[in-house]
């Protein structure tokens, strides 16, 4: 799930056996996975901060704050990553437009306690929160602070939720989030026109990976094996 790491620039500084498993849906995947029990165990701790007045967000931070965690994850050359100081001459998650099918996939969950009105908004809020102990000063262009962090402030603040640091109910969070901002990067999500089901674009995942797409055959290897081009007679 992880670049090659010589193209990255850093700036200084259970169903009965008789009977077919149904297709799980996007929903049901996402209602039973380790990202919305976390996040819904973290909402209580989390409203009981200083900042639990801010709870509902506006729709660009959301946007900011998740483009952001995509950069983090798989960076390229899209302002998030240059925001971060960490860049890839290979396109990200970002230029993989994963950040629309992140939220929706999120949203369409519909597992958000009150006052939030989205998972995407909460995950917001918990990171929005964690960098405010990381680095409350922090300025940038985006409107959600922890999108003006520098990729080494990120790792702090993911360090700060996976150890414990910034509670219990963070832990599986930070690890579901980076997880599934992988996944989404990497796959043909982005640019996947719902309605045929046909790609608009290359995807970017396939870029990195070298994928050469579908195929129902390909070509032979025609050669010989250690330049034996005939058979000895003993």
Do not use: C, W
């Given at each position: 799930m992880t670049k090659h790491q010589n193209n990255i620039t850093e700036k200084a500084s259970e169903a009965p056996e008789d009977q077919p498993l149904a297709p799980l849906s996007r929903r049901q995947f996402l209602a039973r996975s380790a990202l919305v029990t976390a996040a819904v165990a973290a909402a209580?701790?989390?409203?009981?901060?200083?900042?639990?007045?801010?709870?509902?967000?506006?729709?660009?931070?959301?946007?900011?704050?998740?483009?952001?965690?995509?950069?983090?994850?798989?960076?390229?050359?899209?302002?998030?990553?240059?925001?971060?100081?960490?860049?890839?001459?290979?396109?990200?998650?970002?230029?993989?437009?994963?950040?629309?099918?992140?939220?929706?996939?999120?949203?369409?969950?519909?597992?958000?306690?009150?006052?939030?009105?989205?998972?995407?908004?909460?995950?917001?809020?918990?990171?929005?929160n964690v960098t405010d102990f990381i680095n409350p000063t922090v300025t940038g262009p985006f409107s959600a602070r922890f999108a003006n962090l520098t990729w080494n402030e990120k790792v702090a603040v993911f360090s700060a939720m996976e150890s414990g640091l910034a509670g219990a109910e963070l832990i599986t969070l930070a690890n579901a989030l980076l997880l599934y901002s992988g996944l989404v990067s990497y796959s043909e999500a982005g640019v996947l026109n719902p309605l045929t089901g046909e790609l608009i674009a290359e995807p970017v995942g396939w870029q990195i990976s070298d994928y050469k797409g579908i195929s129902v055959g390909r070509d032979d290897y025609q050669g010989y094996y250690r330049n034996q081009r005939f058979a000895y007679d003993y």
């Open positions: 209580a701790a989390l409203l009981k901060s200083r900042k639990a007045h801010a709870a509902v967000l506006p729709p660009a931070m959301i946007t900011d704050t998740l483009n952001a965690v995509l950069a983090f994850v798989v960076p390229g050359a899209d302002p998030y990553s240059v925001q971060q100081q960490l860049t890839d001459d290979q396109p990200g998650g970002v230029e993989a437009n994963a950040q629309l099918p992140l939220e929706f996939g999120l949203n369409t969950a519909g597992l958000a306690p009150p006052p939030f009105d989205s998972l995407s908004e909460l995950i917001s809020f918990a990171l929005d």
